[in-house]
Structures are given as C-alpha cells and as structure tokens.
C-alpha cells in the first residue's frame, strides 16, 4: 500500500477552528455535531489506510485534539479516538469483528469509547457476579464501550461491549465538568458472551492495550494544552484591557512573571508532546513511556493555568457565565482519566526506572 | 558551514564516541573530587590539549581553522557524546573558546584575530568584565570609565562576577568612554591584559566555599587603543555578540547532561539501606523525568530555529527559565532524598556538571542557572514583554 498523502496540521487546524466556530455560531446539537466531526474525517485521521482511516501520523492527531481542546468540547473525540487507535490493531491483524466495529465507529453507526485501560483494575473470573468500572467518561452517550480485564483462563483480555442491555448498564451521571458526559458502568458477568465480546486476549490484547493507552494519553496532553493555550491567551487579551489604578493589569510585574511562568510551562510541556509523538510514529519501543511523560507535562499546565486564569481575572472569572470554570473544571477531571495521578506516576515509575537502569554507568 | 550529510553526522559521532572511551580517564570524577586549585587548572589544561588535538574543542570555530567549520548538527552529537560521556566540563576555556573567539572572529582585526587566535588554542585564558557591581541584570549602566590619552585608554573601576578571572590572561572589558548620550551608545569593548599594571583581582568565596567567579579592580590601567573590538562607543554592539555566541550547545548539553544524571538520581533513590526508596519520592522523579523530556524537547526545538536562522526571543527565554528550574527540582528533590547524609560537609566534584552527586553543593550550585546570564526574573520580563506582548513598566528607565 502506497504511504498516505500527509495533511499540513496548520491547515487542519485552521478547518477544525473554523468548523468549531460555526458550530457554536448554529448552536448545533450535539449529535449533529459529532456527525459533523466524523464527515470531517477526524475520527478516522490516525486510523490506518488499511482499516478504512486517513492513515495520518500522530503529530497531526495532536495538532488537531490541540485546535478542539481549545473550546472545551462536549464530544468524545479523546476517548473515540483511543478506542479507534486499538481496533485499528486489531484489524490490522486480521480480527473481523474489530474492523466490523471500527467501520460502525468511523461511519457513526456506533459511538465506541474507551473503558478502564488497566487491567489490575478489573478482575474478571466466573465467580464475581459483576464488576464495576466506576464513572467513564463519555459512556452516558456511547453505544459501545472497549476496556481491558483480566481473566483466569485468558489472562489479559480486551473487550467490546454494546451499552444496550446484555452485559452492560450504564447509568448517566452528572459531573461538575459537563464536558464528560460520565456514566457508571456495571459489568454482568454472567450475561457476557466471550464469542462476540472478546476482541483479544493474552498478547495481543497487552499490545492493544498499550497502544491504547498512548494514544489516549497523547489525546489528551494534546487537548490539555490546546485549553491551557487558549485560556491563557484570553487572560492576556484580558488584562490588557482591564484598568485599575489608572493603567493595565497587563503592566504590573507580579502578574506579568505568572504569565510568563505559565507560557513557559505551556512550551515546555507542548515541546514533549511533540516528542512524545514523534516517538510513537517512529513505531519506537519507548513512545508508551513518551506519551505517559508528555501528558503528565500536559496535565500538570493545564491545571496551573486553568487555575491562575481563574485568579487573575478577578470576580468576573468566578462567575458561571465566564469560561474560566469550565477550563478549571475540565483541567481537574483530565486528570482523573485512567485512574489518579498518583497511580499513573507509580506505574510510570515502574517502566521509567526500567529504562534508566538499562543506561550506561556513570563515572563515579 | 556545509549542509550536515546524516552520514557524515552518523560517522562523527561514531568517531567521537570511539575517541571519548580512549582518551577519557575514567576515574576522572575522584581524581577531581576535593582537588586542589592547582590540580583543577592542571586537569582542565591537559583536557583542552586532548581535545583541541583531536578537533573537539573548536567545531562551531569558522572553517580554516583548526577543528572549525562544523555545521550545527556536528557541533550538537560532540556535544551530545561529551554528555553521555560524562566527560569533565572545560570550565577554565569556556569564555576563551566562545565568547572571546567568536567575539573576534567577527569583530576582530586582522591583527587581533592573528595574535590572540592561536594562542586560545594553545591555552589562553580570558575571562569577562562585563557586570559591573551596579549594574547587574541592568549591563548597559555600567560606570568603569576609559578615557583616552594618546595611543591608551586609561581605565578606573570595578567588575564582578567574572568567571575564574583569577586564573586568566586576558579579559573582555566593557567600558564607558562617553557619558552624554543613552546608556547604550557610550560603551567601548576592549582587550585587556590581565598582567597590566593597576589589574587586581580577587576571587569571590561563594555559598559552596568554592571560588568560581571573581572581582577585578582596575586603578589607572593603561589599555592600548589598537586593543579597542569595534568603533569607540560601539562596544555595546560587540557585546551582542559575545552574549549571544554560545547558540544553543551549552544549554543542549547541560540537558543532555541532566538527562543521563538521572541514573545518579534513580540510584539515590534505590539505596541499598532503603533511604529514599519510598512511593513519594519515586513519584517525584517520574515528575521530574517529565520535565527533564519536556527541557529536551524545548532544546530541540531552539536548535532547529537555530539551525534554520530563525532563533526566536521566545524559544531561548523558555530555554533558559525552563532549564533554570528543572535543575532546582531535580537538585532539590535528591538533596531531600538523601537525607542528613547530604548535609555532611563533602568535598566538590570539580567541573563535575551540575548534577555530582554532592547533592548539597549541586543543589546550591543551582542558583548560579536562576541568576547567572539573565536572572529568571530578566527571563520573566523578556516573556511577559516580547513574546506575550504585555506593556512594559512606565516607571523603569531602559
């Protein structure tokens, strides 16, 4: 198969800024919206040539999850993506039933998000009745829900499940960010049927899984710093126009060094997703562990800006009507994603100090 | 400078790798450990002669001369495989081989350039006279006067915060020779022997009990005006130069140099008696490593700019401020980790980087990045005003 033509990131985000405008000037409704998203062909952007995608490299998914996330965004791109990166493996290697729920994914006949990506934290044996996966985000509006489990007899599994009935109850829940459209999902073990669940197991599900999980990590350190961009540039643009005490807030020190400390973090961080995805596209064996660093970088930003943003625009920023909450809020639930901080920085540190002891010895 | 060949680039590092296992003492760090000033100077000259023998010490020199005429990308693997190598710093020639040599090579005489050339490849130590001890982050308010008598300048004043002055031939001084226009427009930049008469100088005791930098008194010392770089009152020009001619190698290699010193730190933290062996402290090196990634992909990024002649104000202030306070956390972190045992008065790993393992002493030493060469708040202001396009203070004259 011939390599896929590249799209120019800049040019893409341009049309996503545009697209996303007009859509908040119609006041579209959130399924047309998403439908829209599809015709528009960013779902299927990192997805393969060969599984029906616009086979375009990480770099320009990152670029595009930047552009929406500097609105914070009701769709499920992050996590349709994530799902969709693992299908595309799947289907790549040979498995029909991944390719059947990807094309319904990319066409819009199902909404596939992506579950719990970790393992440890769903047994799945015949003796426990059902299992819980807690609040997941974006599972109030799926129709189809991937996530990994392990099993006594298959080890590692991944499965996909239809949200209608069956195994799977989803209960809508109400979030402080409105973004995520959380559902707490219960599993029903007794009713899951491994013939049309099951999308892989043992190794091949653990190279699922991994990728899985680099691509959501990527998708959202991109879409972090596409909000802590933007809210830090309308809180610029706004101190530049607020005067008190007869010139600029813009002009006084103390807020100027917090700006500056905070676009720095924001370069520093965007800079490692920028290596984090040349990494993956480069199909190198450390782009998981890559991806896991930049959206630490990401997330951490995103939370300081969010936060100062906050503060540095005074009462108006605290009231509902103004959009630094919603950045605020969505920085705060980004991070909860895939479990706690703290529990992502202990399996990171895991695999990190791996990589470190393989190093060469320093001189004593 | 030719267009680097990835083969070429491939090859040299091969090379310099190859050369870096032959010719590096490997039990370097001890020898350097608490030495003596005189077996510090002794190390640093044999190490300049080593790698000025093999090419290593002057690739981003102007072709023609020795080792010179390396693109960017060769300049960057050298300084990529001196990193990983963990090879001493070359402290004492650091402002001989870039300041004073670039300074020259494009401000310089014909006759300048003949004398004082070789003679920084045979050794010659310069050091700087540029801040002044009022004027600081505020250069160009200098006050050390020349005034010229027939074929001298006659200078009178004070510097400071001169790197190893006291073991240096010759200094780059900054001077001012007119008083009635703007700041900028009445420096003169001169060559100055550090033997000359009315040359005192004495070296600065810092937190560390080491005496890196020094103060240099100039009582009526007689300058020729053929030592003049530039036109008279256009030393504030050539000053540009030097301050901007380290293009981005050194701060690539002090990341590079962080990034391998993770394994000093991982090591801390995996003590065999358990200190520092706890979840927090694992949790902050994952955090750490985090930025350490992000600092590599920022200097990417500045030396691509570099590279394609389009260096931004933006990508170097980031640098700078960024690199600044990853090497406080991670200094931090491991002076934390370890416990009273750093408290212990140890003695320093001389031109040892940043990252020694005197977790005390490096976590001090740390200081030097948020103050030295633009203080972080030099850097804020630079962010806030050029890149982020907030108004500058009315009230601070410029």
């Known amino acids: 198969m011939d390599e896929p033509s590249l799209l120019d990131p800049a040019e893409l985000r341009d049309a996503a800024r545009g697209l996303l405008a007009a859509a908040e000037a119609q006041e579209l409704a959130p399924e047309t919206l998403w439908n829209t998203m599809l015709e528009a062909g960013w779902l299927a952007l990192g997805v393969s040539e060969d599984s029906g995608g616009l086979g375009q490299p990480m770099l320009t998914v990152a670029a595009l999850l930047e552009e929406v996330g500097r609105r914070p965004c009701t769709q499920p791109l992050i996590s349709a993506t994530a799902a969709a990166a693992m299908l595309d493996l799947l289907s790549r290697q040979g498995s029909a039933q991944a390719r059947e729920l990807l094309d319904a994914a990319l066409s819009g006949r199902a909404r596939v998000v992506c579950g719990d990506l970790d393992p440890a934290c769903a047994p799945l044996a015949g003796f426990v009745p059902s299992i819980v996966l807690g609040d997941v985000p974006h599972a109030a509006v799926a129709t189809h829900l991937v996530f990994a489990a392990k099993c006594a007899q298959r080890g590692e599994v991944l499965l996909a499940l239809a949200g209608e009935g069956g195994a799977l109850q989803i209960e809508p829940q109400s979030g402080w960010d409105e973004t995520r459209q959380y559902g707490r999902v219960v599993v029903n073990t007794a009713s899951l049927d491994a013939a049309t669940s099951l999308m892989a197991a043992a190794a091949g599900a653990g190279e699922a899984i991994r990728r899985g999980r680099a691509v959501l990590d990527l998708a959202i350190a991109g879409d972090s710093l596409g909000g802590a961009a933007a809210v830090l540039e309308a809180t610029i643009v706004y101190m530049k126009q607020r005067v008190q005490f007869g010139r600029t807030i813009a002009s006084f020190q103390a807020l100027k060094h917090r700006c500056a400390d905070l676009a720095t973090e924001v370069a520093a961080a965007r800079a490692a997703l920028m290596r984090a995805c040349a990494a993956m596209d480069a199909d190198r064996p450390d782009a998981p562990l890559r991806a896991a660093l930049a959206r630490l970088a990401a997330g951490a930003a995103y939370c300081a800006v969010a936060d100062e943003a906050l503060q540095m625009h005074g009462g108006i920023g605290f009231t509902w009507e103004h959009a630094c909450h919603r950045y605020l809020k969505r920085a705060r639930s980004a991070e909860t994603i895939g479990g706690s901080r703290a529990a992502r920085l202990d399996a990171i540190a895991a695999e990190l100090l791996g990589e470190i002891r393989g190093e060469r010895i320093l001189a004593t | ?398």
């Open chain 2, 1 to 398: 400078m030719s267009a680097p060949d990835p083969s070429a680039v491939d090859a040299l590092r091969r090379d310099v790798r190859g050369w870096l296992e032959r010719a590096l003492d490997p039990g370097w760090r001890t020898r350097m450990t608490g030495a003596t000033t005189a077996e510090f100077v002794a190390f640093q000259r044999e190490w300049m002669h080593s790698l000025v023998a093999a090419g290593y010490a002057t690739p981003h020199w102007q072709a023609g001369w020795p080792g010179g005429g390396r693109s960017l990308a060769e300049q960057r693997v050298i300084a990529e495989e001196m990193a990983r190598a963990d090879a001493p710093r070359l402290m004492l020639y650091f402002v001989s081989l870039y300041h004073a040599a670039l300074t020259l090579m494009e401000w310089g005489s014909e006759a300048q350039k003949a004398r004082h050339l070789p003679a920084i490849l045979q050794g010659e130590v310069w050091c700087q006279g540029f801040s002044e001890p009022n004027a600081g982050s505020d250069l160009a308010s200098l006050r050390t006067r020349a005034e010229r008598h027939g074929s001298v300048y006659r200078v009178n004043g004070q510097k400071i915060w001169s790197t190893l002055a006291h073991h240096a031939d010759y200094c780059l001084l900054l001077v001012r020779t007119d008083t009635s226009g703007p700041k900028q427009a009445g420096i003169s930049f001169l060559l100055m022997d550090m033997r000359s008469k009315g040359v005192t100088v004495r070296p600065i005791r810092q937190i560390t009990g080491d005496e890196e930098f020094g103060e240099i008194f100039l009582d009526d010392v007689e300058v020729p005006v053929s030592n003049r770089l530039g036109a008279e009152n256009e030393g504030w020009r050539v000053a540009q130069t030097t301050l901007t001619s380290e293009r981005g190698i050194t701060i690539l290699e002090l990341s590079e140099r962080l990034h391998h010193a993770r394994r000093r730190l991982a090591a801390l933290l995996a003590g065999d008696d358990g200190r520092g062996g706890d979840d927090q402290y694992r949790r902050e090196l994952v955090q750490v490593c985090a930025r350490i990634e992000a600092l590599r992909g920022l200097v990417a990024e500045l030396m691509a700019e570099i590279e394609s002649g389009q260096a931004s104000i933006a990508k170097a202030a980031f640098v700078k401020l960024f690199y600044a306070r990853v090497l406080r956390e991670f200094t931090d972190l491991a002076l934390r980790a370890a416990g009273p045992d750093a408290q212990r008065l140890a003695p320093l790993v001389l031109a040892g980087g940043h990252e020694t393992g005197n977790w005390m002493a490096d976590y001090m030493n740390s200081f030097v990045w948020s103050i030295a060469g633009g203080s972080n708040e030099i850097q804020r202001n630079i962010i806030a005003e050029r890149v982020l396009g907030m108004p500058r203070d009315a009230a601070v004259a410029r």
